[in-house]
T-cell receptor, first 112, second 110 residues
């Protein structure tokens, strides 16, 4: 158990819909990262927050947005969903902006 | 653009047959190179951090090494429980992003 909690574990929705994925980091970790993993793309960096502030952005689509709240939990919002958005979405946390990340179990999104 | 390339994509070994996985990287100002292990349906699990050429880290049957252009993950006398996907990642001092390679899927047969 990494100490990072992600909900929901599984989510099935239709094209055009909007979903919110939630992440609670390890106790004491200020950094939260979001990654997307699909079979053909591997782990793709989406966004990094540190103590509520956005620190780095990857190839995150404009239809996607994220935020980190004062209690340090984070949410990833995915809107106008397309079939290609089907993937595993991982949240990870770390003490600072280091490379030793602790990953959650992921949220598997299926868009039909 | 920062890039990480891992080879081979897949590797099948017999139990006890040692081998190495390769991670080649191109990054503007390497802050660190990291190895992770990922089991099917699970999140990646951190293994090692390497910061400078010549550095080595060991953990049980795994040993990671780093040069200026690549890193190797050596697996000595592997066991079936070592079967997993091994991911390499780098952080650039310029961007601070942790960029992953595609991974090497290792299968160790008893």
């Amino acid at each position: 158990d990494s100490g990072v909690t992600q909900t929901p574990k599984h989510l099935i929705t239709a094209t055009g819909q909007r979903v919110t994925l939630r992440c609670s980091p390890r106790s004491g970790d200020l950094s939260v990262y979001w990654y997307q993993q699909s079979l053909d793309q591997g782990l793709q960096f989406l966004i990094h927050y540190y103590n509520g502030e956005e620190r780095a952005k990857g190839n995150i689509l404009e239809r996607f947005s994220a935020q980190q709240f004062p209690d340090l939990h984070s949410e990833l919002n995915l809107s106008s969903l397309e079939l290609g958005d089907s993937a595993l979405y991982f949240c990870a946390s770390s003490v600072q902006g280091a490379g030793e990340l602790f990953f959650g179990e992921g949220s598997r999104l299926t868009v039909l | 653009e920062d890039q990480v390339t891992q080879s081979p994509e897949a590797l099948r070994l017999q139990e006890g047959e040692s081998s190495s996985l390769n991670c080649s990287y191109t990054v503007s100002g390497l802050r660190g190179l990291f190895w992770y292990r990922q089991d099917p349906g699970k999140g990646p699990e951190f293994l090692f951090t390497l910061y400078s050429a010549g550095e080595e880290k060991e953990k049980e049957r795994l040993k990671a090494t780093l040069t200026k252009k690549e890193s190797f993950l050596h697996i000595t006398a592997p066991k079936p429980e070592d079967s997993a996907t091994y991911l390499c990642a780098v952080t650039s001092s310029n961007t601070g992003k942790l960029i992953f390679g595609q991974g090497t899927t290792l299968q160790v047969k008893p």
